[in-house]
């Protein structure tokens, strides 16, 4: 038995919702109860006690093998799924900046549920789970068309160090990975141009939105000698839908990236009216901030691998990275605007595989 069939299995079953350590006894029960509830003639055949035995053995052996790590560094099989099914060494490398909160929100019988976090510098990934109740009949065809109705929300508690706080401004970038009875699986990522800390209170805001007619209101033309009424059907709000939940914990993370404050003129295709002032790269991002003026669409980093591979980024996804673009034009002092750019990686890069990182004339040894 192949390992996709063996993850299908996994997930029909409901072995490992949440990354638990493999139970033989729950994977027997979880076997006969699967086998029940098929077709009279599939029973006939898979209650034979060889075939059955095999299959549970084949299950309890396989599932450790694919998550007896992963469950005892806490990481749900989605998360795993999401960038890309990382090796055990991939994930020993996101040490420190994983964590597993497993909080959870209640309102009006819809739970959110917040499974892992893992983060570095300047963004947070969150998994979390949205459970609808069972009269909602949610499903993968139309749980795109429900959550377009669903704000979700990722924020973190200001903090200001040197200057440098979390600011509101980013990107908060939500995703459905999942849909099975029920239960949205779901990745939220937020990027920030300022820096992020440990011992902060991370706050998920996930709320259902409805739309109604406002017709309470009164709005005074621009002639003050008339008063119009609006119109109803016209004048709009939005109010509480199905639910609104908020979910607030202490953020767990340590920094496992490595940080350049670089502070040299930076040439790009023949102008360098700009300053490179720092570099930072992660297991799972890249960040330039620029000092000067908007040379973001220019940047265009050159990532050399220490197999002697290359690959530049742009400012389009591809098939290795997804981006995520930041300006924060304020003047300072020296009357000079700050630019960020941050790269995303899909999958948990080794940051010793990373030899050089290039941005117009300069060069970043990293390893």
């Known amino acids: 038995m192949n390992n996709k069939r063996l993850r299908m299995l996994n997930d029909e079953l409901g072995l490992n919702d949440y990354a638990e350590a493999p139970n033989s006894q729950r ?5 006969n109860n699967s086998i029940n509830a098929d077709p009279t ?3 006939l055949f898979m209650r034979r006690k060889f075939v059955s035995s095999v299959l549970v053995a084949a299950l309890i052996l396989s599932i450790a093998s694919l998550t007896v790590i992963a469950a005892t560094l806490g990481w749900h ?3 795993i799924e999401y960038f890309n099914n990382p090796t055990a060494e991939q994930m020993k490398l996101m ?17 959110v549920n917040v499974l892992n976090t893992l983060a570095d510098k300047h963004g947070i990934y969150v998994l979390y789970e949205l459970v609808c109740p069972p009269n909602k009949e949610i499903n993968s065809l139309n749980a795109e068309t429900y959550m377009q109705d669903v704000t979700r929300m990722l924020t973190v508690s200001e903090r200001t160090q040197s200057n440098n706080a979390i600011m509101g401004m980013g990107v908060s970038s939500p995703k459905i990975l999942s849909v099975k009875n029920n239960v949205i699986t779901l990745v939220n990522y937020l990027g920030t141009n300022g820096e992020i800390y440990d011992n902060q209170k ?7 939105n409805k739309v109604v007619d406002d017709t309470e209101n009164t709005f005074v033309s621009g002639d003050k000698s008339r008063v119009q009424l609006q119109v109803p059907g016209n004048a709009k709000k939005v109010v509480k839908g199905d639910f609104d939940i908020v979910v607030s914990w202490d953020f767990q993370y340590k920094n496992i990236g490595k940080s350049f404050n670089i502070d040299n003129k930076l040439n790009i295709n023949g102008v360098n009216n700009n300053i490179l ?10 960040w330039i901030t620029v000092e000067g003026d ?12 220490t197999d002697g591979t290359e690959f530049q980024y742009t400012n389009r996804d591809n098939s290795r990275n997804t981006y995520a673009m930041f300006a924060n034009n304020q003047i300072g002092d020296n009357s000079k605007g700050i630019s960020s750019l941050g790269y995303v990686f899909d999958e948990i890069t080794d940051i010793k595989t990373i030899e050089s990182i290039t941005i117009g004339d300069q060069i970043i040894k990293v390893s």
Not at 202 to 208: A, F, G, N, R
Not at 277 to 286: E, F, H, L, N
């Open 27 to 31: 994977i027997i029960e979880k076997v």
């Open 41 to 43: 003639e599939r029973k």
């Open 77 to 79: 099989h989605k998360l």
């Open 95 to 111: 040490y420190g900046a994983f964590d597993a909160p497993m909080v959870s929100g209640t309102d009006n019988g819809y739970t």
């Open 202 to 208: 991370l706050t998920l805001t996930v709320k259902h």
């Open 277 to 286: 002032k720092t570099v930072d790269v992660s297991p799972i991002s890249i």
């Open 294 to 305: 908007d040379v973001l669409g220019a940047l265009a980093p050159i990532i050399k691998f």
